[in-house]
């Protein structure tokens, strides 16, 4: 087994994200080994928290990682469960389970456990550690890491939350097989994000392997989990906060976010709102010359490669309305990504609503004409 | 007027603590100008979260001070109300509001208002800053600083939270006049805490001007505030997180925790049910002899001056029970704050189930006596 690993190291953290296939089975003993053998001497205890399904495909594998198998806490999946009322569930439970500041909870599937168990690791006698093990495509290449967790509000997704980092991130690539394809292509999406944003050569690996990526390739999705993740972990690591550099990360998400606002986070996946947002983005910055004709179209191609892209139906002007509430705007000013070229790009306050409206438009026009399927 | 200004420099905070009389007037111009002008400009906004009754008492004093008064978010007063669905409620308000990350809280009452309103800064959008205006003696002299924010679960007091600091604290003691007797009773028995733990000085004040101190003298009460706030920045700035010396700040709460625990945190205000836990600790001290019975003597007399002891009935074998329990304790151990001689203290870990039985017994056997009135 062929492990990569990246560090990632803020100001206030210092972690190692593990990227291999097969990983599952050696996570309690390398999670017992960062704790000094307390798994094995009894003197800490880990918790996964977890969704059933994750449980039923690889809960027996990571348990007999452990020393012996770890309490379990099973949030059913969907973004719905991303709730005040599933943190009181949780955190009682750890309570009454008589988890203490030095236990231990690792966060085992994909974003919405991954964001949820962070934050019960945040806020639970005001902070314990966690372990991340992300199952899905989109958690390994990007939730896992950055220390980014939280809840949703019924006012707005992630309006709740804490940064905490993980002790330690554990992507087994073999999990994704038993990903559904289109969460498989959705994540792929936040891939293409970062090749586009950080790392051109990621970009051109994606752009030459999409078949070999899409079939589920290990080698290859190893490699493009890798590469990610090596985007994230030097953005994350140059500014923690997001005062700056970080909001790079955000290429697609401005108008991705309003897409999964305006059809209620049910129709489409996250990354096929922010496959949009990207196409949207491209967009404004090929009229600005932020980017070549040439470019933007070998841009707009890979994200479509790795569709189909998921036809939704909104109104463009609210679309616009709601990045006005964008949890990233300060001060009531707007934030934007745009790329610069294939491989960089930057953040500016100064899109104007006309700009963004025209984008919308013509991203509103081309999905929901995907919805008149010809006779 | 004047003020005490008390600076608290921790490796991830930076803030002052002011303390006088009459200083609500200024509280919404010294808040302006920390945030360089951005109120009166109207590029931030300001949320003040308070009870009914202090919004009542003193809400209009606190408005007159901003250039536009600010708009709040009310918490109906008591423990009960600490809770996660409070968190709810407010965080959706502030949502609905368009609080955004440049908003600023004001944390504007007694404990209570000053836990969640920490903890709910810390929370929206993954933390925004909050300013103290604590209007109790227990929220001046401690609970208003020191980072600790959080609230209650079913399963127990403060198991959910976060470390997040204010940006500035401003005690008023003009707002003590409106406390009610007891609750200035209980919380002077904090500031006995500081001095016996740090502040040789402070206690000797204490013992020698009660009078003053008890009838509401403001210029004696500003003393009590500001060497007790001096003792908690001094000790909170040596050790933010709590690995070591802040734990002596916990003199008296092992057994006061298992107090106010085993009377469902009804019967006795926090400061009360402390007190009694501190006449136990320098009980098993002065058997220790890191006390001696002098020293035992003089606080015990001191910690009743500032009574009367509120009784209660409870198993002292529940109540050490109950201590096993402690938020602090960690992989198992046991932590236990002792007083050496007055004015310092040491954490221990190896105070032993019959020493904690037999202090438990006396203070039990004292408390459940008080109950029995003579005819």
Redesign the interface.
Known sequence: MSTTTIPVRTPSAAYDVHIGTGLLATVGAQVDALLNG?LTSG??RVFVVTSPEIDRLWGTQLDASFPTPPIRLIIPAGEQHKR??T??RI??EL??H?A???SVLIAFGGGVIGDLTG?LA??????IRYVGVPTTLLAQVDSSLGG???AN????KN?????HHPIAVFSDTATLATLPPAELRAGLQEAIKSGIIHDRALFDFMETNADAILSGDQAALTHVVAASVRVKAEVVSADEKESGLRMILNLGHTLGHAIEATTNYRQLLHGEAIAWGMIAAIAIAARRGTVTPAEAASMDAVIRAYGPLRPFTADAAELVALTA?D??????TRSFVLPVGIGSAVVVRNVTEAELLEAATAIVAEASAMLQVPA
Chains 1, 2 share one sequence.
């Open positions: 307390a003197k800490q005040f009322s943190l009181e955190t009682e309570a009454q008589g203490d500041r030095d934050f945040a806020i639970y006698m005001r902070g980014k967790t939280g509000l019924a006012a707005g309006l709740i939350g804490a940064f509430k949890k990233k705007n300060r001060s009531g």
